[in-house]
C-alpha cells in the first residue's frame, strides 16, 4: 500500500553465514573460532574433528580396559589427562563454530513471511535493488533482464557475530501513517465493514491496500506474492470485482495467424498450461497453408428461464398456451423490448412440470453477452403478465431451464449465445508433413476417441478433446466469463475422408458459445487490448452485435485449430514426448524468489 513496505523474504531467511564486502570484514570484532589455529578454515575444521574423534575413541577404549581390570576410574594416567583435555577443546571448537549457529537457526531465524520492523540503512538498500528486481513487466515500459551485478570479493562471517534483529511474531509493515492505521484496526475489530471501504475512502486503491493489511493482520497470513500496484481499481467498482485486494498475473501468448474467413486474426490465449499455445499455433499453420477455414453463424440468442408456480397444473398449462400462442407474442415482445435498445425477443420455450412452469425467454442482445439485458427483459414481461394471471407465484428469475454456467441437452440443442460451425480442408501434404500424422489414422482415432469414447462416458456437449481449453484461454485473455465455458465449450469434432482419402474434411460445431465485446471484464485495460488485437473491442458501429459475433466465429476457429493438432498429436504418439520437454519445468521452485 501507498507508504508501506514489505521486507523481501529473501532478505529475512537468508542462510546464517552472512555474506558481505571484503572491505567491510573489519568491521566486525571479536575472536572467532576459526582463528584457534593460523591455518586455512577447512584445514582447522578437519584437524578439530580428528583430535576429537581420535581422542573419543582413545577414552572409550582407555575405560572399557579399566572396567575389565576393575580399575577404578578416577585413576588416570599422563595420556589419559592429554586425551581428556584435547577432547574439551576440540568439543569448545566444533560449539562455537557448529552448534551456536544451530540454535539461531532455530531460535532467531524468523520465518519467511515475516514483515520489516526497524531496518538500517543496508537492509533498505536491499529492498530498493530487490524492488527494482521483481517488477512485473505491466508496470514498466522495459522487460528485458537487468544487467549483473558486478562481481564482489565476498568473506563468510559467521552468523554469530552478527547481531540478531528481533523480529515481530505477525509480519506486518510499521510505516503506516495514523490515519490508515486507525481505519485498519477498526476492520480488524469489525467496527468498519470491509465492503465500505470504497465509498468511505473515496479511493479505490487505498481501499484495496487497507482491506489487503487488514486482511493479513486477522489471518497471520502473508499475501506478499499477490499484486497490488500497477492496477486501476477504479475500472472494476460496482461492475467486476467486489473487496479486491491484488490481482492475478496470467501470462497471455499468441496463436496463429487463423486464416479465417479471408481473415487473419492473431488469437491472444491467456493460460498456464505449457503447450496449449504451441499447440493452437501448429493447427492455424496447417488451415493457413491450406487456404484457412470457413464460419457460419447458425443462431444468436442469449435465454433465461424464470419458474413460476400455480395452484393447479391446469392454470400453469394456460399461461403455457398463452406464451406459446403466436397471436400473443408481439404484445409480449413489445413489453420486453422496452428494456433496452438491443435486446430483441426471438421466442419462448415453455415446459411444465405439474404446477410448475419454466418459460425460457431467448433474445438477441447486440455486442454484450446479454445476460443482465435479458434478465430486465424478462422481469418485464413478468410484471405484464401477473396483470392476466395475478395467482402466479413468481419463484424465480432463473429456474435453471436457461441453462447458466451448467451442462444441459437444452443447450445442446436449442443453443445459448452465438451457435457457429467452422470447418476445414487439410491437404494430405500437410496431414503428413506438419500434422506428422495420416489422414486415415486421423478419422479412425476422431471415431474411437471424440465420437465413440465420448459417447461410452455418457458426455453431454462433450464430443471433442479440448474445446475447453481454448474457450477458457481465449475468454480470460478477452474479458469474458470464465465460468460460461462449461456450455461455451458444447463441441462435436468432425473428421472425414476427401478425394479417395487423400485430403481431410475437419470441422467444429458448437452450439453454445457465450461472449460479448462490451460490459463485465472487455472493459479492463488488459482484456480491451486483446480484444483490440482481434478489431472486436467495443461495439460495432455497423452493424449491432457483428463484433461479439465475429469473436464466437474466432473462438470456433481456434478450436478448430487445436483439436487439429492435438489430435494428430495424439494419432501419430508426440502428445507424452511434447509435454515432458515443454511442459515440466526444470527451475527449482524452492529457490525462487517470493
Not at 573489519?26 to 575472536?31: I, L
Not at 435498445?341 to 455486442?367: P, V, W
Not at 471433442?464 to 485473455?477: D, L
Not at 478425394?499 to 452450439?511: F, I, R
Amino acid at each position: 500500500m501507498e507508504g508501506t513496505r514489505r521486507r523481501s523474504t529473501t532478505n529475512i531467511t537468508k542462510p546464517t553465514h552472512k555474506l558481505i564486502d571484503q572491505d567491510e570484514t573489519s568491521t566486525v570484532t571479536g575472536p572467532k573460532p576459526s582463528d584457534a589455529l593460523p591455518l586455512p578454515l577447512y584445514i582447522t575444521n578437519a584437524l578439530f574433528f580428528t583430535v576429537f574423534f581420535s581422542v573419543v575413541y582413545f577414552l572409550l577404549t582407555r575405560w572399557r580396559e579399566k572396567i575389565r581390570n576393575s580399575t577404578p576410574l578416577h585413576l588416570v594416567t599422563l595420556s589419559d589427562i592429554v586425551a581428556i583435555f584435547a577432547f574439551i577443546a576440540s568439543f569448545i571448537y566444533m560449539l562455537g563454530f557448529f552448534g551456536i549457529d544451530f540454535v539461531q537457526s532455530l531460535i532467531l531465524r524468523p520465518s519467511p513471511d515475516v514483515w520489516a520492523g526497524e531496518d538500517d540503512g543496508e537492509d533498505e538498500v536491499d529492498l530498493l535493488k530487490e524492488d527494482a528486481r521483481i517488477v512485473p513487466c505491466g508496470q514498466a515500459l522495459d522487460c528485458t533482464a537487468p544487467p549483473p551485478p558486478p562481481p564482489q570479493k565476498l568473506a563468510v562471517v559467521p552468523s554469530h557475530h552478527l547481531k540478531p534483529k528481533v523480529v515481530n511474531e505477525i509480519p506486518f509493515p510499521t510505516t503506516l501513517n495514523e490515519e490508515d492505521e486507525e481505519i485498519i484496526n477498526s476492520v480488524v475489530a469489525g467496527k468498519t465493514p470491509s465492503y465500505s471501504l470504497e465509498s468511505k475512502l473515496g479511493d479505490c486503491k487505498r481501499a484495496a491496500a487497507i482491506r489487503r493489511e487488514a486482511l493479513q493482520r486477522i489471518t497471520s497470513k502473508s499475501l506478499s506474492g499477490l499484486p497490488l500496484e500497477g492496477f486501476d481499481y477504479e475500472s472494476i467498482l460496482g461492475q467486476c470485482c467486489e473487496m479486491p485486494i491484488g490481482y492475478v498475473q496470467i501470462p497471455v501468448g499468441i496463436a496463429g495467424p487463423l486464416l479465417l474467413d479471408g481473415k487473419e486474426y492473431s488469437v491472444p490465449m491467456a493460460t498456464t498450461e505449457g503447450c496449449l499455445v504451441a499447440s493452437t499455433n501448429r493447427g492455424c499453420k496447417a488451415i493457413r497453408i491450406c487456404g484457412g477455414a470457413a464460419s457460419v453463424l447458425l443462431r444468436d440468442a442469449m435465454t433465461r428461464a424464470p419458474v413460476v408456480r400455480f395452484g393447479t397444473a391446469k392454470r400453469a398449462a394456460q399461461l403455457n398456451f398463452y406464451l406459446e400462442d403466436p397471436a400473443n407474442f408481439e404484445v409480449v415482445s413489445t413489453v420486453f423490448n422496452k428494456s433496452s435498445r438491443f435486446g430483441r425477443l426471438q421466442n419462448i420455450k415453455c415446459a411444465l412440470a405439474g404446477k410448475n412452469l419454466y418459460m425460457r425467454f431467448s433474445c438477441s442482445t447486440g455486442d454484450a453477452m446479454g445476460m443482465n439485458m435479458v434478465s430486465k427483459g424478462v422481469q418485464n414481461v413478468l410484471d405484464f403478465l401477473q396483470n392476466d394471471f395475478p395467482d402466479m407465484d413468481v419463484l424465480g428469475i432463473s429456474g435453471n431451464y436457461c441453462s447458466d454456467k451448467k451442462p444441459s441437452a437444452v443447450n445442446w440443442i436449442e443453443g445459448r449465445g452465438k451457435s457457429v460451425v467452422c470447418e476445414a480442408v487439410i491437404k494430405g501434404d500437410v496431414v503428413r508433413n506438419v500434422l506428422k500424422t495420416s489422414v486415415e489414422a486421423l478419422v479412425e482415432l476422431n471415431m474411437l476417441k471424440n465420437l465413440t469414447g465420448s459417447a461410452m462416458a455418457g458426455a453431454l456437449g462433450g464430443f471433442n478433446a479440448q474445446a475447453s481449453n481454448i474457450v477458457s484461454a481465449i475468454y480470460i485473455a478477452t474479458g469474458q466469463d470464465p465460468a460460461q465455458n462449461v456450455e461455451s465449450s458444447h463441441c462435436i469434432t468432425m473428421m472425414e475422408p476427401l478425394n479417395g482419402g487423400e485430403d481431410l474434411h475437419v470441422s467444429v460445431t458448437m452450439p453454445s458459445i457465450e461472449v460479448g465485446t462490451v460490459g463485465g471484464g472487455t472493459q479492463l485495460a488488459s482484456q480491451s487490448a486483446c480484444l483490440n488485437l482481434l478489431g472486436v473491442k467495443g461495439a460495432s458501429k455497423e452493424t449491432p452485435g457483428a463484433n461479439a459475433r465475429l469473436l464466437a466465429s474466432i473462438v470456433a476457429g481456434s478450436v478448430l485449430a487445436a483439436e487439429l493438432s492435438l489430435m494428430s498429436a495424439i494419432s501419430s504418439g508426440q502428445l507424452v514426448n511434447s509435454h515432458m520437454k515443454y511442459n515440466r519445468s526444470n527451475k527449482d521452485v524452492s529457490k525462487v524468489a517470493s
